[in-house]
């Protein structure tokens, strides 16, 4: 006869996450983020609550942002571990939805449990419940359903013994990994069930590392001997596979130039003689120039996102061919490329043995030292003088550039600044945190948080602008109340500096963007450093780039978040790189500027190679 255990729906949840392991002996699910409403108070609250710290419970202030502090952590875990967050219904609910899109753009695990209405329907309609008259099925949290890896509705105690082995096998799945979201009925929560004992048994997952096929591997070994200018564009996959060290000696030894997107960047040290940067739209110049001369364009671990191929013009030698290694079959083939499905860290093995003592043909290396010329003029110091000229986006970077250690990770999301690093920064292996496969404003500071609690042993430094900061910002509460430090450096340009100066790329006019060419009464005096400060961080107004790099050393004796306030020039790009993004420009009608950027688009377009 089956042991059971009586228990409510809610404490079996809790109980069985308790209990799930990694290979390592950790928990798979850390503990979990929590805004109680009353689709979740009494019942996934309570379980929560008498768990304790065989399933930590951290309260958030905004539903949003404590999933970014989520996705930051699995992120930097690379996938090995994730937490979970829950909320109420409705507002709540909806709070996560940009998070868990931002978490299925990264193919991040985040286990999402909103609270949902009433399954027995008694109460309907409950307090902040949708109503879909022509479905009586529908709640807020099918929302979710488009932009989760798995999805599933708990309308029943014993759904349960299903949903949750399958929304961790998701997670766990190195090819479909992504969110899980698991809405859980109100009245559910609370109800009882005899579960069996043996549900609750520990259990280890393990992620995979599938084998490539030995076709794959023979026609990708095949079209690389007959190339002569094949270059590696290293994604994201290469960091999750944990197959840094397998990328840089694959290509040291068959002399193929890499090139970092910005989920790969900081994969290998910008020292690796092989490392020729970034590629595409905030690309280097050394990388672009490889990839429009390239014959062979392989990408590892890649979806090959727009700002990765710049816009699929990048690539512009009539001969070329694109081939991909990733373990989704979806990413692989993308725009006809040559697949091979396979993890990473094996299928390198596995091609380096094919390509046995091959060594392509020799690299011009000069277009690389240009790059690091370039970067060092852009980003030094600025000269002393009493013009009263505020510094660049490039000189803030080179101040924290100069002052960074083996131990400093730099982190960003949105605006100028992803850009500007892409280009600029100089990372030591592990030191780079992008997220720009959403892009997503207001990330940064709960992101650092997030990377922090990943690693508590390295110094995180937030790069933010003013604008991603009024977005969201209140986690910066949380990170003081819990003791995570982390610095931010945050670049007051008064405005929305990087879109301004794509509105002016796109032959627009300046227009409600900058503060000064928003229709208003007066223009703003934020005071960042009060309200930071208001938050209990400390935080200082930097005057001078020299300043800055002390006020960065300082950062490191605390134990609270740093918070320091620069104003910026919102005006120059980086100087260094760069290349043309398909952001459509209006067809007809407009001024002369209109006329020229139209001009300057169609002679970019003329490069797209979509097809082969």
Not at 490 to 515: S, V, W
Request: hydrophobic share 40%; net charge negative.
């Amino acid at each position: 006869m089956t042991n059971t255990i009586k228990l409510t729906a809610a404490q079996a949840m809790v109980k069985w996450l308790s209990a799930q392991l990694t290979e390592d002996g950790d928990r798979f699910i850390e503990g979990v983020w929590a805004i109680f409403g009353h689709g979740n108070v009494a019942g996934i609250g309570e379980a929560l609550h008498g768990i304790g710290d065989a399933l930590p419970t951290w309260r958030g202030q905004n539903e949003q942002t404590m999933a970014h502090a989520a996705i930051a952590y699995a992120k930097t875990m690379k996938r090995t571990r994730a937490q979970a967050v829950t909320s109420s219904i409705g507002p709540g609910a909806l709070n996560m939805v940009t998070a868990c899109a931002l978490a299925h753009v990264n193919r991040l695990p985040v286990l999402f449990i909103p609270g949902d209405i009433f399954a027995n329907r008694r109460p309907d309609p409950v307090l902040q419940q949708i109503e879909d008259i022509g479905d009586g099925t529908v709640s807020a949290n099918d929302c979710f359903r488009p932009i989760s890896a798995y999805f599933d509705r708990i309308a029943r105690p014993e759904h349960l013994l299903t949903c949750l082995p399958r929304a961790l096998a998701v997670m766990t799945d190195p090819a479909n990994c992504g969110p899980a979201t698991l809405a859980f009925c109100q009245d559910v929560q609370a109800e009882y069930y005899d579960y069996p004992e043996a549900f609750f048994e520990p259990k280890v997952w393990r992620i995979r590392r599938p084998e490539p096929d030995p076709r794959e591997v023979a026609d990708l070994a095949n079209a690389i001997r007959t190339a002569r200018r094949p270059v590696i564009i290293s994604g994201g996959g290469v960091i999750y596979s944990q197959a840094e060290a397998d990328l840089a000696a694959f290509a040291d030894k068959h002399n193929i130039p890499f090139a970092e997107t910005q989920a790969g960047k900081g994969a290998n040290s910008w020292e690796q003689p092989m490392n020729f940067g970034s590629p595409g739209v905030t690309g280097s110049a050394s990388a672009n120039k490889l990839c429009a001369e390239a014959d062979l364009i392989i990408g590892i671990g890649t979806r090959f996102q727009d700002f990765t191929t710049g816009s699929w013009a990048l690539f512009r030698n009539p001969s070329r061919k694109v081939a991909s290694i990733n373990l989704a079959g979806y990413d692989a083939t993308k725009h006809s490329a040559l697949p091979c499905v396979g993890d990473v860290k094996v299928t390198l093995a596995r091609l380096s043995d094919a390509l046995g003592d091959y060594r392509a043909p020799a690299v011009d290396a000069r277009s690389r030292s240009e790059w690091l010329a370039a970067v060092k003029r852009v980003t030094a110091a600025p000269e002393a003088d009493n013009s009263g000229a505020l510094p660049t986006d490039a000189q803030v970077i080179g101040a924290v550039q100069r002052v960074s250690t083996e131990k400093s990770v730099v982190m960003c999301a949105a605006g100028t600044m992803p850009g500007a690093l892409q280009v600029l920064w100089q990372s030591a292996r592990s030191g780079y945190h992008m997220e720009y496969g959403f892009s997503c404003m207001g990330y940064e500071v709960a992101g650092a948080m997030g990377i922090k609690l990943a690693r508590p042993d390295k110094e995180v430094i937030c790069f933010v602008g003013d604008g991603s900061y009024m977005m969201a910002n209140s986690e910066l509460a949380t990170a003081v109340i819990r003791r995570v430090p982390f610095t931010v450096v945050l670049t007051d340009n008064r405005g929305y500096g990087c879109i301004n100066r794509l509105q002016i790329e796109c032959g627009g006019a300046e227009f409600n963007n900058m503060y000064k060419d928003c229709n208003i009464e007066v223009q703003p005096e934020i005071d960042f450093v009060a309200h930071a400060a208001a938050m209990g961080a400390h935080a200082e107004k930097i005057s001078s780039i020299g300043e800055l790099e002390a006020r960065i050393v300082a950062a490191r004796q605390r134990n609270i978040p740093t918070v320091l306030v620069i104003d910026t020039d919102p005006v120059p790009g980086t100087g260094a790189g760069g290349h043309w993004w398909d952001v459509a420009v209006p067809q007809v009608g407009g001024p002369e500027r209109l006329e020229q950027a139209r001009a300057r688009y169609n002679e970019n377009a003329a490069y797209q190679r979509v097809f082969d």
